[in-house]
């Protein structure tokens, strides 16, 4: 059964650090691209990161380019999304998620798998 639970969110101010947390299970890590999605209030799902163990390839989205990173636990199925100048609009439940074998195409889309999400809230 493929599992990716999300743990981290909590509540930080602007210009904050935060560090989100995805442990996968169930499936070859090293097969997928796994990453993160995030939904804000009243707003439509958009991406966020997306990371391919495979080749290394990363993908980030405009909105969290240069302030957010995503890196691998290699010794363990496990991703990171390392935020800093974290801004209000910032503010969302975060979702990991795995995309369709071979797809590396960060869109919902593309997505087969969502965890449950963790709330990240950035006060001004």
């Known amino acids: 059964e493929v599992q990716l639970q999300a743990s981290g969110g909590g509540l930080v101010q602007a210009g904050g650090p935060l560090r989100l947390s995805c442990a996968a299970s169930?499936?070859?890590?090293?097969?997928?691209?796994v990453g993160w999605f995030r939904q804000a209030p009243g707003k439509a799902r958009e991406d966020v990161s997306c990371?391919?163990?495979?080749?290394?390839?990363?993908y980030y989205s405009p909105s969290v380019k240069g302030r957010f990173t995503i890196t691998d636990a290699k010794a363990q199925n496990t991703v990171y999304l390392q935020m800093s100048g974290l801004k209000p609009d910032d503010t969302a439940v975060y979702y990991c998620?795995?995309?369709?074998?071979?797809?590396?195409?960060?869109?919902?889309?593309?997505?087969?798998?969502w965890g449950k999400g963790t709330l990240v809230t950035v006060s001004s």
């Open positions: 990371y391919s163990r495979g080749d290394g390839g990363t």
């Open positions: 169930g499936f070859t890590f090293d097969d997928y691209t």
């Open positions: 998620v795995r995309l369709k074998r071979y797809s590396s195409d960060c869109r919902d889309s593309h997505v087969d798998y």
